[in-house]
C-alpha cells in the first residue's frame, strides 16, 4: 500500500516509518523536521500549509496521521485546539480527495482521563470505570484532549459520507521502555495523576506495531466504518497485578466485572481479535 504518515519524525512516527517500510509498503512520510535517520525521504513541510498537504497527499491507500501540538497543560489553548483541528482537517479531507480508503489517527487517553492539576480540574478525581476500554465515555478536561476528541467525531462523520475505514487510537502515556524505568520511583511522591490514567503505558514499538496492524487488518478497510481504540500494556507502572493495584490505590472506583475477573486496567481484547496486536513490552525493568 502507498502510505502517508505525518509526525513521522517523531517517536510514534518514526517506528511506524521503519515498521511500514519493513513490510514492504511505499510510506510518504511527513514533519516539520526531518529527523535524518529514517528509511525513507521526509517532506519537511507544516500541516498547516493547505496547499502543501494537498501537493503531497496523492494518489494514496491509506493515511496514519500521527502529527499534532502534544502540550495538554495549555499555555494557549486557542493555539492548541485551533491548528490541532486545521491539521486533522487539512489531513482528513485531502487523504479522502487522494482516494484513502483507511485513516488511523493518533487520539489520546486524554480524551477519557485527563492528567489532574489544570485550572478547574479536581486533583483527586478518579480513573473512569475499570477496566477501561474504547467505549470508555468522552471527558477531556483541556485543549488537547478537546482537540483529539473532535477528530474522533470528525473521523465518523467522514466514514460516513465516504465510506472511508477509521480508527482513532486513544494512546496511553508512549515512551522508549527505558524511560519508563524512573517512573515507579518517581510515583511514591505523588500517585493522583498515575492514578488518574490507571498506571498505564506503552512503548512506543508496541504503538508503531499497533499502527501498522490496524493498516495491515483486513477487516478494516473501505466500508468498515469509525472505531475509537484504548490500547495499552497489559501491565502497570507498579508491576502488580491489576486486582491489587486498584484495591489498593484505586478503591471506590466502579468495575465493570468482578475484581477478580480483571487482569488488566485496560481491556485491549477487541483491538486484538480485530487486528491480531498484543503488547509486547509489558513489565517494567528498572
Ligand atoms: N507520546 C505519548 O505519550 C502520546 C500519548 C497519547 C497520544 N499521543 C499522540 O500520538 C502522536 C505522536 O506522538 P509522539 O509521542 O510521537 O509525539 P512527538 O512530539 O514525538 O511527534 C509528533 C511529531 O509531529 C510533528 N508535527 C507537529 N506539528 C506539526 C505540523 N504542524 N506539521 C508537521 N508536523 C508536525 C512534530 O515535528 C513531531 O515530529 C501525537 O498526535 C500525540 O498527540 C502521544
Known amino acids: 500500500m502507498k502510505i502517508v504518515v505525518t509526525g513521522a519524525s517523531g517517536g510514534l512516527g518514526s517506528g511506524v516509518c521503519r515498521l511500514l517500510t519493513e513490510q514492504g509498503h511505499e510510506v510518504i512520510a511527513i514533519d516539520l523536521v526531518d529527523r ?37 497543560i495549555p499555555p494557549d489553548p486557542q493555539m492548541i485546539l ?3 483541528t486545521a491539521m ?14 483507511r485513516i ?14 489544570l485550572p478547574g480540574d479536581d486533583p483527586d478525581a478518579p480513573p473512569p470505570p475499570l477496566p477501561m476500554d474504547g467505549d470508555t465515555p468522552a471527558k477531556p478536561t483541556n485543549p488537547y484532549a478537546l482537540s483529539k476528541q473532535l477528530a474522533e467525531v470528525m473521523l ?17 502515556w508512549m515512551a522508549p521502555m527505558e524511560r519508563f524505568r524512573e517512573v515507579p520511583a518517581k510515583l ?4 493522583r495523576w498515575a492514578r488518574r490514567l490507571a498506571f498505564s503505558f506503552m512503548s512506543y514499538l ?10 495491515n487488518a483486513e477487516k478494516l478497510g473501505a466500508g468498515s466504518g ?36 480483571i487482569t488488566s486496567v485496560v481491556d485491549i481484547s477487541r483491538i486484538t481479535a480485530e487486528t491480531g496486536w498484543t503488547p509486547r513490552d509489558n513489565q517494567i525493568v528498572s
Open 82 to 84: 485551533g491548528e490541532n
Open 156 to 172: 465518523e462523520y467522514f466514514s460516513k459520507l465516504y465510506g472511508v475505514g477509521c480508527v482513532s487510537v486513544r494512546f496511553p
Open 36 to 72: 535524518g535517520d529514517l528509511p525513507v525521504k521526509v517532506h519537511v513541510m507544516n500541516l498547516l500549509d493547505r496547499p502543501a498537504v494537498d501537493r503531497v497527499i496523492v494518489g494514496i491507500d491509506a493515511v496514519a496521521h500521527l502529527g499534532n501540538h502534544t502540550d495538554f
Open 188 to 191: 511514591a511522591g505523588d500517585l
Open 226 to 261: 469509525a472505531r475509537i481504540y484504548l490500547p495499552a500494556s497489559t501491565g502497570n507502572f507498579l508491576n502488580m497485578p491489576a486486582g491489587e493495584l486498584i484495591h489498593r490505590f484505586m478503591a471506590g472506583v466502579p468495575l465493570r466485572r468482578p475484581i477478580d475477573q
Open 104 to 117: 488511523v489517527f493518533a487520539s489520546s487517553i486524554q480524551v477519557v482521563a485527563s492528567v489532574p492539576r
Open 206 to 215: 508496541d504503538g508503531a506495531r499497533l499502527v501498522a496492524a490496524i493498516l
Open 88 to 101: 486533522n482537517m487539512n489531513v482528513f479531507q485531502a487523504a479522502i480527495n487522494a482516494g484513502a480508503k
